[in-house]
Structure formats: structure tokens, C-alpha cells
């Protein structure tokens, strides 16, 4: 099982950037979905959750700003990210909870990281 990032870059403030991130292997069910992030000198932080019945919970601070989503039929889940702030700068990691099929074990599997740099 694998998890694949892809968006991130540059943008500036007030902009809007789109990241997504596929499962894929030998996958029976996927659970909850998540983003998270980690700024330079900071620890990691969960920014968004989604679970499989499509309820939401984010962070306070990107409220009202970042979406997160999933595609069950593609095993993918989003994050829309507007009205960016420079605070959002950060290395965003998707993370799911998977059930392997080779031996019927939950585990949590997580994506390899991709930039997001908020400047002008």
C-alpha cells in the first residue's frame, strides 16, 4: 500500500492551491482520510480529517479557507486550499487509515510530503 501526493508549490498570499493524494495496492477499505502539515522549526499538526461517510473536521485556523474531500472510486482524497496565508507555508502530508488485504490488518499509511510556500 502506497500513498501518492501530488500539487504544492509556490502561490501567493491570498491565492489558492489544490493538493491530492492517491492510496493504491492491496486495499480492502480506507477509513478516515487526513492532511497534515509541518512548518520549518514546528511540529507536525493535523490540519483536516474526512471519514469514510464524508464527515469533516478541520483545524480553527484554516476554517472557512481549506476543503477537504475524498473520492471513494479513486481512493483519493483533496484538499482545496484558498485565501492562503503566509502561515500556511508548510510540508503537507496526506494520511489514511487502510485496510491491507494481504493480511487484514488496519494501518495507518502515510503520502511522501509536498511543499506548500506561501510569498509573495
Known amino acids: 500500500v502506497q500513498l501518492q501526493a501530488s500539487g504544492g508549490g509556490l502561490v501567493q498570499p491570498g491565492g489558492s492551491l489544490s493538493l491530492g493524494c492517491a492510496a493504491s495496492?492491496?486495499?480492502?477499505?480506507?477509513?478516515?482520510m487526513a492532511w497534515y502539515r509541518q512548518a520549518p522549526g514546528k511540529q507536525r499538526e493535523l490540519v483536516a480529517t474526512?471519514?469514510?461517510?464524508?464527515?469533516?473536521n478541520y483545524v480553527n485556523s484554516v476554517k472557512g479557507r481549506f476543503t477537504i474531500s475524498r473520492d471513494n472510486a479513486k481512493n483519493t482524497v483533496y484538499l482545496q486550499m484558498n485565501s492562503l496565508k503566509s502561515e500556511d507555508t508548510a510540508v503537507y502530508y496526506c494520511?489514511?487509515?487502510?485496510?491491507?488485504?494481504?493480511?487484514?490488518?488496519?494501518?495507518?499509511?502515510w503520502g511522501q510530503g509536498t511543499l506548500v510556500t506561501v510569498s509573495s
Open positions: 495496492g492491496t486495499i480492502s477499505r480506507i477509513n478516515t
Open positions: 494520511e489514511a487509515d487502510i485496510l491491507d488485504s494481504r493480511n487484514d490488518l488496519w494501518n495507518p499509511y
Open positions: 474526512i471519514t469514510s461517510g464524508a464527515m469533516t
